[in-house]
C-alpha cells in the first residue's frame, strides 16, 4: 500500500508540468509511469530525478539501452524493488531483451548474489592483482 496518493491535479504546478512534458518528449509516449507520479508531489525531487535518469538512462553513450535496462534490471532485483523490477523487465523487453536473454540475467544475477553473500560471510581479502590503481581503456 502506498504512503500517499498523487493528486489528480499534478499538471497544474508548472515544474510537474514541464517534467512531464519532457519524459513524453523523451520516451515518444503520452504515459506518464506510476514513480513519476507519486514523485512529483515535490518539484524538486521530480525535476532531480528525471534528470538523472534521462542522463544516464536516455543519453547515448558507450552502452547500449538493452544493455542499460538489463543492468538497471540487476540492480533491481538485488536491491529488491518490486516496482523497479516490473518496469526495467518490460523497458528491456521493448529494446529487444529475448527470453533467453532474461534467463541468463537472472542466472548472473542469483549466482552473483551467492557468491557475494559467501565473499561477505567468509570476509575473504581481496587479491592484490584486483586492487588496481585505476582502470585502462
Known amino acids: ?8 491535479q499534478l499538471e497544474n504546478d508548472p515544474r510537474v508540468k514541464a ?10 509516449t503520452d504515459f506518464i509511469n506510476n514513480f513519476w507520479r507519486y514523485i512529483a508531489f515535490d518539484p524538486d525531487l521530480l525535476e532531480r ?11 547515448p553513450s558507450t552502452l547500449d539501452p538493452l544493455t542499460k535496462e538489463m543492468l538497471y534490471l540487476a540492480v533491481s ?3 529488491n524493488c518490486n516496482y ?20 541468463e ?3 548472473i544475477v542469483s549466482l552473483a548474489a551467492k557468491t557475494n553473500h559467501l565473499s561477505n560471510g567468509l570476509q575473504i581479502p581481496v587479491d592484490d592483482v584486483f586492487m588496481l590503481n585505476e582502470i585502462k581503456d
Do not use: Y
Not at 530525478?49 to 543519453?59: H, N, P, T
Open 84 to 103: 523497479c523490477v516490473h518496469s526495467h523487465t518490460a523497458a528491456a523487453k521493448a529494446k529487444g531483451m529475448s527470453t533467453a536473454q532474461h534467463g
Open 1 to 8: 500500500m502506498p504512503t500517499s496518493v498523487p493528486s489528480d
Open 77 to 79: 532485483i538485488a536491491n
Open 105 to 107: 540475467l537472472l542466472k
Open 19 to 28: 517534467v512531464f512534458d519532457d519524459i513524453r518528449a523523451t520516451r515518444g
Open 49 to 59: 530525478s528525471w534528470g538523472e535518469v534521462k542522463a544516464v538512462m536516455a543519453a
